[in-house]
């Protein structure tokens, strides 16, 4: 069942394919001049092959690794071409408008946080100012009581 898959996704991907139609044999030398098939060179005449009895002893024909032969091709009608550079570009800006869209009420959040911060003080900064400086004086009064009443 993987292999059909994995055969199947192959195609997808080829632009031209072997012709399934084509009926027509293989020829027998290709383009180059190669034989499809040659004698095996590893097969040697038996010792006890006679020629008058036999016939012409004749080594086994092999495929020929050299041959190069390809069916006819047709166009891949399951073919899906590669995305061009301009449709990926379009779907990355989509994503980032996606990612602005999201990140809008946060921007809105903070420039109304930081108006409101500047509307009760003259710099927003000294919010945090004042804040720690009610608390140390808090502390430091308390503590120069304490101090005092020991004295």
């Given at each position: 069942?993987?292999?059909?898959?994995?055969?199947?996704?192959?195609?997808?991907?080829?632009?031209?394919?072997?012709?399934?139609?084509?009926?027509?044999?293989?020829?027998?030398?290709?383009?180059?001049?190669?034989?499809?098939?040659?004698?095996?060179?590893?097969?040697?005449?038996?010792?006890?092959?006679?020629?008058?009895?036999?016939g012409e002893w004749e080594p086994?024909?092999?495929?020929?690794?050299?041959?190069?032969?390809?069916?006819?091709?047709?166009?891949?009608?399951?073919?899906?071409?590669?995305?061009?550079?301009?449709?990926?570009?379009?779907?990355?800006?989509?994503?980032?408008?996606?990612?602005?869209?999201?990140?809008?009420?946060?921007?809105?959040?903070?420039?109304?946080?930081?108006?409101?911060?500047?509307?009760?003080?003259?710099?927003?900064?000294?919010?945090?100012?004042?804040?720690?400086?009610?608390?140390?004086?808090?502390?430091?009064?308390?503590?120069?009581?304490?101090?005092?009443?020991?004295?």
């Amino acid at each position: 069942m993987k292999l059909l898959q994995q055969q199947q996704q192959q195609q997808q991907q080829e632009k031209y394919i072997p012709d399934p139609n084509d009926t027509t044999p293989p020829p027998s030398i290709d383009s180059k001049g190669n034989a499809r098939m040659i004698a095996d060179p590893s097969d040697t005449k038996p010792d006890l092959w006679d020629d008058e009895d036999d016939g012409e002893w004749e080594p086994l024909r092999i495929l020929n690794p050299k041959y190069e032969w390809q069916p006819r091709m047709i166009p891949n009608p399951n073919y899906t071409p590669p995305p061009s550079s301009f449709s990926v570009l379009l779907s990355l800006l989509e994503k980032f408008a996606g990612e602005v869209n999201g990140a809008a009420p946060w921007l809105v959040l903070g420039v109304l946080i930081a108006s409101l911060l500047h509307l009760f003080t003259s710099n927003p900064l000294d919010f945090m100012t004042l804040t720690n400086n009610n608390n140390n004086n808090k502390n430091n009064n308390n503590v120069s009581h304490v101090v005092k009443g020991a004295m």
